[in-house]
C-alpha cells in the first residue's frame, strides 16, 4: 500500500561529520513534507519543511532535498553534533489536510563523540 | 511557535479502565489533534479534535474506545477506554498553525498491566 517509509532504521556518525537520511514515499500527489526530530522522552519537533514545487530548501545547519522523480526526501545535517542523537521522521501530507500527516518509520541517530 | 502541555505526562493503569488526557495551547487554534506512537514506532493519527462539533476518527480509530473533547480554543481531552495492554502508548496532542506544521505536546506514556 501507499507509506512514507525511511531506508535505513539506525544511523551512527562521529561528531563534526555530515548526515544524511533518507526517505521514500509512494504518494505522488503528496505535496507538503516535514522532517521531526524525536528526542528521547520529548514530542516530535519540527525541523525543516518542503513542498512539491521545490526540490531542495535549506535552514539552520539544516537542508532538505526533494526528488519527485524518484520519490525520494533526505535531510542532510551539517557538522553533526552529539546534541542532534535523536530519531528523526519524515512525514507527508496527503489529500491537503492539515494535520493528517502520514510519518515513515523513523531512523535513530547516533553521534559518536 | 505554540506551547503545549499534556498532562499527565506519564500514567500506569489496570487493565479494563479507562484514563483521560488533557491537552493545553498557549493560545487559540483552530486545529488540535491526537496522535498515538506505539512503542518503538512511528505515529500514527487518531483523530481531529474540532472545536464545537464531533471529532473526526481516522480510519481504525472509533469514538466509543477514543472520546474526545474539544470544549474552546486552547483546550482538548483524549480518553482510552476500557484499556488493554495493546493500549500502551505515548498518547500526542499536536496543534496546526501556518500552512501544514504541527507542533507536538511532549507526550502522555501510558502503560497498561
Known amino acids: 500500500g501507499e507509506s512514507v517509509g525511511l531506508h535505513l532504521p539506525t544511523l551512527s556518525v562521529q561528531e563534526g561529520d555530515n548526515s544524511i537520511i533518507n526517505c521514500a514515499y509512494s504518494?505522488?500527489?503528496?505535496?507538503?513534507f516535514i522532517w521531526y526530530k524525536q528526542e528521547s522522552g520529548k514530542g516530535p519537533q519540527f525541523i525543516i519543511d518542503?513542498?512539491?514545487?521545490?526540490d531542495k530548501r535549506q535552514g539552520q545547519r539544516v537542508t532538505v532535498l526533494l526528488n519527485k522523480t524518484v520519490k525520494h526526501l533526505s535531510l542532510q545535517i551539517a557538522a553533526t553534533q552529539p546534541g542532534d542523537s535523536a530519531v528523526y521522521f519524515c512525514a507527508e501530507i496527503r489529500g491537503g489536510s492539515q494535520g493528517n500527516l502520514i510519518f515513515g518509520k523513523g531512523t535513530k541517530l547516533s553521534v559518536k563523540p | 511557535s505554540a506551547v503545549i502541555s499534556q498532562k499527565p505526562s506519564r500514567d500506569i493503569c489496570q487493565r479494563g479502565t479507562s484514563l483521560t488526557i488533557q491537552c493545553q495551547v498557549d493560545s487559540q487554534v483552530t486545529m488540535m489533534f491526537w496522535y498515538r506512537q506505539q512503542p518503538g514506532q512511528s505515529l500514527t493519527l487518531i483523530a481531529t479534535?474540532?472545536?464545537?462539533?464531533?471529532?473526526?476518527?481516522e480510519s481504525g480509530f472509533v469514538i466509543d474506545k477514543f472520546p474526545i473533547s474539544r470544549p474552546n480554543l486552547t483546550f482538548s481531552t483524549l480518553t482510552v477506554s476500557n484499556m488493554s495492554p495493546e493500549d500502551s502508548s505515548i498518547y500526542l496532542c499536536?496543534?496546526?498553525?501556518?500552512?501544514?506544521?504541527?507542533?507536538f505536546g511532549e507526550g502522555s506514556r501510558l502503560t497498561v498491566l
Open positions: 504518494n505522488s500527489a503528496s505535496d507538503y
Open positions: 499536536s496543534v496546526g498553525q501556518g500552512a501544514g506544521e504541527l507542533f
Open positions: 479534535a474540532n472545536q464545537g462539533s464531533e471529532a473526526t476518527y
Open positions: 518542503i513542498r512539491s514545487n521545490m
